[in-house]
C-alpha cells in the first residue's frame, strides 16, 4: 500500500522502519533494567539512559533521511524544520513502567506538516506490534487493518483514563465516578499512547486525559481518526507548544465522553 503523496509515502515507510528499530534498541535496555541510571523529573515522571539513547537513535536516523526536517522529542531540544515536515518523538512513552520492569511502554513517531498530524507510529516490542497510519489510508496493526469499537454505551467496554502531575485528583475521581454511573469501567496501564493505540484497535472503547503532551498523543490521535473513531480537532501546532485534554472515542459515545470530560477535568 503506498500513499499518493510521494513525501508521505517515503516517511510513512522510514517511520515504520525506525519506529521497530527503535522498539528492539529500548527492548534491549528494558532486558537489562538493573543496570540503567533513572533520574526524577518530577512526580511520577522519570527519565533513564534508555530514553536518552533511543531518542538520540530516532533523532540521528532522521537527521540522516530528511536533513531538512524538523525534530520535537520529550527529552532533547529543538529542531526548527526547513522542509514543512517535523518529527514528534517519545522515545518510551511509560517510563515509570519501564524501569519498574512492567511490559506496558512504546516507542512514540508522528510526522506533522501544515499543522496537521500527517504520520502516526507507535512501536510496542514486547508483543511484536506496530501501530501506523497516515493520512487517508487507514489505521492498521502490522499489515492488518484496525476499527474502532462500535461500542453503543459506556457500559459495553473499558474508558482508557490518564492521569500525571498536572491532573487533579478531584477530576479523576470525578470522571471515575460519572463512568461508574453510566455502568462502565476505567482502564490505565500509564501509557497514554499504548492506550490511544488499543482504542484504535477496538481493545478499549475510548480514552480521556485532562493534558497531554504532543509526543504523547498526536500518532495516536491519528490512529484513532483513521481507524475510524473520533478526537477532539486540535491545532497540532498549539499541542506542539502547549499540549492539551485529549478525548477519543467510537462515534457512539463521543459526545457522552465529551460532556463527561467538561463536567469532571477543572483546573
Same mark, same amino acid.
Given at each position: 500500500?503506498?500513499?499518493?503523496?510521494?513525501?508521505?509515502?517515503?516517511?510513512?515507510?522510514?517511520?515504520?522502519?525506525?519506529?521497530?528499530?527503535?522498539?528492539?534498541?529500548?527492548?534491549?535496555?528494558?532486558?537489562?533494567?538493573?543496570?540503567?541510571?533513572?533520574?526524577?523529573?518530577?512526580?511520577?515522571?522519570?527519565?533513564?539512559?534508555?530514553?536518552?539513547?533511543?531518542?538520540?537513535?530516532?533523532?540521528?536516523?532522521?537527521?540522516?533521511?530528511?536533513?531538512?526536517?524538523?525534530?520535537?522529542?520529550?527529552?532533547?531540544?529543538?529542531?526548527?524544520?526547513?522542509?514543512?515536515?517535523?518529527?514528534?518523538?517519545?522515545?518510551?512513552?511509560?517510563?515509570?513502567?519501564?524501569?519498574?520492569?512492567?511490559?506496558?511502554?512504546?516507542?512514540?513517531?508522528?510526522?506533522?506538516?501544515?499543522?496537521?498530524?500527517?504520520?502516526?507510529?507507535?512501536?510496542?516490542?514486547?508483543?511484536?506490534?506496530?501501530?501506523?497510519?497516515?493520512?487517508?489510508?487507514?489505521?492498521?496493526?502490522?499489515?492488518?487493518?484496525?476499527?474502532?469499537?462500535?461500542?453503543?454505551?459506556?457500559?459495553?467496554?473499558?474508558?482508557?483514563?490518564?492521569?500525571?502531575?498536572?491532573?487533579?485528583?478531584?477530576?479523576?475521581?470525578?470522571?471515575?465516578?460519572?463512568?461508574?454511573?453510566?455502568?462502565?469501567?476505567?482502564?490505565?496501564?500509564?501509557?497514554?499512547?499504548?492506550?490511544?493505540?488499543?482504542?484504535?484497535? *477496538? #481493545?478499549? =472503547?475510548?480514552?480521556? $486525559?485532562?493534558?497531554?503532551?504532543?509526543?504523547?498523543?498526536? +500518532?495516536?490521535?491519528?490512529?484513532? !481518526?483513521?481507524?475510524?473513531?473520533?478526537?477532539?480537532?486540535?491545532?497540532?501546532?498549539?499541542?506542539?507548544?502547549?499540549? *492539551? #485534554?485529549? =478525548?477519543?472515542?467510537? $462515534?457512539?459515545?463521543?459526545?457522552?465522553?465529551?460532556?463527561? +470530560?467538561?463536567?469532571?477535568?477543572? !483546573?
Amino acid at each position: 500500500m503506498t500513499h499518493p503523496n510521494s513525501d508521505i509515502d517515503r516517511r510513512l515507510n522510514f517511520a515504520k522502519t525506525l519506529a521497530h528499530e527503535a522498539g528492539q534498541l529500548a527492548l534491549s535496555y528494558f532486558r537489562s533494567i538493573g543496570d540503567l541510571e533513572v533520574k526524577s523529573k518530577g512526580v511520577q515522571d522519570m527519565v533513564s539512559d534508555a530514553d536518552l539513547n533511543v531518542e538520540t537513535f530516532i533523532r540521528d536516523k532522521i537527521a540522516d533521511a530528511f536533513a531538512e526536517d524538523g525534530i520535537v522529542g520529550e527529552e532533547h531540544g529543538v529542531v526548527e524544520s526547513q522542509s514543512g515536515f517535523t518529527w514528534v518523538i517519545d522515545p518510551i512513552d511509560g517510563t515509570f513502567n519501564f524501569v519498574n520492569g512492567i511490559p506496558a511502554w512504546c516507542v512514540i513517531l508522528a510526522c506533522v506538516q501544515d499543522d496537521k498530524t500527517k504520520i502516526g507510529v507507535i512501536c510496542e516490542p514486547n508483543h511484536g506490534e506496530l501501530y501506523w497510519a497516515a493520512e487517508g489510508m487507514g489505521a492498521h496493526l502490522n499489515e492488518t487493518p484496525i476499527k474502532v469499537a462500535q461500542a453503543k454505551g459506556l457500559d459495553e467496554g473499558n474508558t482508557g483514563l490518564g492521569m500525571n502531575s498536572r491532573t487533579p485528583g478531584h477530576s479523576v475521581t470525578r470522571f471515575v465516578e460519572l463512568l461508574a454511573d453510566r455502568g462502565g469501567l476505567f482502564y490505565r496501564n500509564a501509557s497514554g499512547g499504548l492506550m490511544l493505540a488499543y482504542v484504535a484497535a *477496538g #481493545r478499549l =472503547i475510548g480514552y480521556a $486525559e485532562h493534558h497531554m503532551n504532543a509526543w504523547d498523543c498526536l +500518532a495516536g490521535q491519528m490512529l484513532i !481518526a483513521e481507524a475510524g473513531g473520533k478526537i477532539e480537532q486540535q491545532s497540532a501546532n498549539a499541542m506542539l507548544r502547549d499540549g *492539551g #485534554r485529549v =478525548i477519543a472515542a467510537g $462515534e457512539a459515545i463521543f459526545d457522552e465522553l465529551v460532556a463527561m +470530560a467538561d463536567a469532571s477535568f477543572t !483546573a
